[in-house]
């Protein structure tokens, strides 16, 4: 870290008004660029101390500058920039904003499609469309959201068209259009097509930012929050946990009346973060409230009465259930998995048949039964070879 930006986040004004003063004054491109390359390293109440400084030098004489760091892309002052250029914009910026939009890099692009939120000229409308499904994720939600303050209904109705896509990867970006939109009458549509999508762990990780899970109605909310579970340190980083609001979730599901349904999902975050606690791979590049958060969570999991719960398990063994998936990973009941071979979703069918297995009382009468459950000759082939 250069004595600049040391002295810029640090605490003494003597030293970082100089420094706030020279960056937007001299538009220190470096300085700046160093200061984005360290946002991973520096805590969001430094950032916050830097970003204000900074918009404290800003005035009408100097506030262009700011146009010479939109190369580089920071949620951190993202708000500062844009909002000091829009609070100082004319006709002329607005145009060179529109060029930039147009032009620019990934990062340039991101500040404009924000800068339109603020400075609501219809010329940027197709551009904002053009980029709403951008591979570069703050571009792709800064459109969207802008789309949403325009009040775009063309751009909403198309992401609610994507949901029905047979691309998997389409309907995930429709979904994280829409979360970014922030309509939240999307998300009853968005639960449905998760519920028959190989990427529901990855669905479940944008919901919770349109709609939190307090807010949902069960079983929606318990399907959401399995989904959840199941994605946690593969698919989604353990950092949200804070985000997902896991810890006052699960002491709220803990302290509550039980179900089927809730002691599924209770015994499903039990092994999870048994799981994420027990391998080092997991918590290792965490930071350190990351770390206490799950450490804490997995404390409050450990607290619960398990001998209530199990009972409760057996009746999520049912083909057309929400967590039937879930309760054949916690079953010990290897007739009722049996139940399962007669299922008329093939799924159930191969995954009953590896809890069978696992149990080591696979037999070929139970092959055959699932055999004549399917009708798909690929299925009927991985059966076999079971």
């Not at 890099?105 to 709403?132: G, H, V």
């Not at 946990?241 to 699960?250: K, N, Q």
């Not at 965490?286 to 009465?305: A, N």
């Not at 039964?369 to 991985?382: P, W, Y």
């Amino acid at each position: 870290m250069s004595d600049d930006l040391k002295k810029l986040t640090g605490k003494n004004p003597k030293d970082f008004e100089p420094v706030a003063y020279s960056l937007v004054n001299n538009s220190d491109v470096k300085l700046f660029g160093e200061l984005v390359e360290k946002d991973d390293f520096l805590f969001d109440f430094v950032k916050t101390n830097v970003a204000n400084r900074l918009a404290h030098v800003c005035n009408k004489s100097n506030y262009l500058n700011l146009l010479n760091f939109l190369k580089f892309y920071s949620l951190s002052y993202e708000e500062f920039i844009v909002s000091t250029l829009a609070k100082y914009a004319d006709e002329d910026l607005t145009d060179k904003m529109l060029e930039i939009f147009e032009n620019g890099t990934d990062e340039e692009k991101t500040y404009c499609a924000k800068f339109f939120s603020y400075i609501q000229d219809p010329l940027a409308l197709d551009m904002l469309r053009n980029n709403a499904y951008s591979d570069y994720a703050p571009l792709a939600s800064n459109c969207a959201s802008t789309l949403a303050v325009l009040n775009d209904e063309v751009s909403y109705k198309k992401a609610l068209e994507k949901l029905d896509s047979d691309d998997e990867f389409a309907t995930l970006d429709g979904v994280k259009f829409l979360v970014a939109y922030g309509n939240k009458e999307a998300v009853s549509k968005i639960i449905e097509v998760m519920k028959k999508s190989s990427f529901a762990e990855n669905i479940s990780g944008e919901i919770p930012y349109l709609c939190p899970l307090s807010e949902l109605k069960q079983p929606d909310c318990l399907f959401v929050l399995n989904s959840i579970i199941n994605g946690l340190g593969e698919i989604l980083g353990l950092c949200q946990v804070f985000d997902f609001e896991l810890y006052e979730t699960f002491e709220k599901l803990i302290n509550g009346a039980k179900t089927s349904e809730i002691a599924v999902v209770l015994l499903n975050a039990k092994d999870k973060f048994d799981t994420l606690t027990e391998n080092d791979e997991y918590l290792f590049d965490e930071s350190k409230d990351t770390k206490q958060e799950v450490l804490d969570i997995k404390k409050l999991l450990c607290s619960m009465d398990l001998s209530q719960l199990y009972p409760l398990t057996d009746d999520e063994l049912k083909s057309d259930g929400l967590f039937v998936f879930t309760a054949l990973e916690l079953t010990e009941d290897t007739q009722k998995v049996r139940e399962l071979l007669k299922s008329s979703n093939p799924a159930v069918v191969v995954k009953a048949l590896e809890v069978l297995k696992g149990f080591e009382e696979l037999t070929s009468q139970d092959k055959d039964v699932a055999r004549n459950s399917v009708t798909d000759e690929n299925i009927r082939n991985i059966i076999s070879a079971m």
